[in-house]
């Protein structure tokens, strides 16, 4: 039986440089399945976080976040949702950076939304 790498030589040499890119997509693919379970411990904090996340973006007086989802992985606080202002994703990113437990924030996922409708995600 051959190992990763040995098939990953295999295919570069029988397909050339096209086959190398291919191979070594499939083997990340296959290096990035492979990430351990979460414990519960883990579960359990990314939770808390989360929630604490909820509860700062609901305390916030000028803006409206019921719209707005939180999870969080690791530390990372991924919002997601809609929110009416370009003003409102800035602030919901400040408001979740200040929140214990947060490393980052990612707000790539809050679309904006404009009298009522959908123009697309917001930068």
């Known amino acids: 039986m051959q190992n990763g790498a040995e098939v990953l030589v295999a295919v ?11 191979a070594a997509a499939a083997g990340l693919a ?7 379970p979460r414990s519960p411990a883990q579960t ?5 976080v989360a929630d604490r996340v909820y509860a700062a973006l609901d305390a916030d007086p000028t803006y409206f976040y ?3 989802d939180v999870r969080v992985e690791d530390g990372v606080a991924d919002l997601s949702g809609y929110v ?4 409102a ?3 919901a990113r400040e408001i979740a950076r200040q929140v214990s437990g947060v490393t980052r924030v990612v707000t790539s996922h809050l679309e904006l939304e404009r009298k009522g409708l959908t123009k697309g995600r917001a930068r």
Not at 12 to 22: F, I, N, P
């Open 12 to 22: 570069a040499w029988k397909w050339g440089a096209r086959g190398t890119v291919l």
């Open 30 to 36: 296959a290096a990035c399945s492979t990430a351990p």
């Open 44 to 48: 359990e904090s990314d939770r808390t």
């Open 66 to 68: 019921r719209h707005v």
């Open 84 to 87: 009416w202002s370009t003003n």
């Open 89 to 91: 994703i800035y602030r």
